[in-house]
């Protein structure tokens, strides 16, 4: 890892937003950013006592019921981490800065109300003790949300000499990474491949083959 470095990071910590069409925030991701950049720059030594007592607190938080508020102790160590990421956001460079403080609104509000979490909102959705209605309802919202949109408005931070294998690859099922800002990194159990201008991958598949 010291030497190489990493090419994949998968975070499982998020729950699925149903309030947004991709299923997860940009104030999510940027808040994701922040920690790790925390993490990097305020590094922690995780005893297994000191990993054991922070994995009950998430449980604890976890088993609470929906729209309830933190403890004091716990709202105490959230602000203090909110401290800490906001010195952080202050310095980012000008194009990450509006998100960071974004996010961090974001955290904040759902401190002081946490009915305005993710779980919180759904609570007034359940319907017969299921949210099936609900479901429905904004699946249907969000297919209309994108089918309304320009294929050029959803892809547009994907480098357009790359834009139409990048959707054609997730078409096919590829795993697909934007590789150094401006390449397409595909891959299948057997094969991988690095575009920097799009083409036919079905005739891709067959040439390697």
């Not at 994701?32 to 607190?57: F, G, S």
């Not at 800490?84 to 955290?107: G, M, Q, W, Y």
Request: proline letters at 3%.
């Amino acid at each position: 890892m010291r030497i190489n470095g990493a090419d994949y990071l998968e975070f499982r910590m998020f729950d699925i937003n149903p309030f947004t069409v991709d299923g997860i925030s940009q104030d999510a991701l940027s808040f994701l950013h922040l920690l790790i950049i925390d993490a990097i720059i305020n590094p922690e030594n995780w005893e297994p006592e000191k990993l054991r007592i922070a994995k009950n607190k998430n449980h604890l938080v976890a088993l609470q019921p929906a729209g309830s508020e933190l403890s004091a102790e716990l709202k105490s160590q959230a602000y203090q981490l909110l401290s800490r990421l906001t010195i952080i956001a202050e310095a980012a460079p000008e194009k990450l800065k509006l998100d960071f403080i974004s996010a961090l609104n974001n955290v904040n509000t759902a401190l002081k109300q946490p009915n305005l979490t993710i779980s919180g909102q759904l609570v007034s959705e359940i319907k017969d003790e299921s949210l099936m209605a609900f479901g429905r309802k904004q699946g249907i919202a969000l297919r209309n949300q994108r089918q309304s949109e320009n294929s050029n408005d959803i892809f547009e931070r994907i480098p357009k000499q790359i834009r139409q294998s990048y959707i054609q690859a997730h078409q096919l099922g590829f795993n697909t990474t934007i590789y150094q800002n401006n390449q397409l990194k595909i891959s299948d159990k057997s094969h991988t491949w690095l575009l920097s201008q799009s083409q036919d991958l079905t005739q891709l598949m067959t040439h390697q083959d």
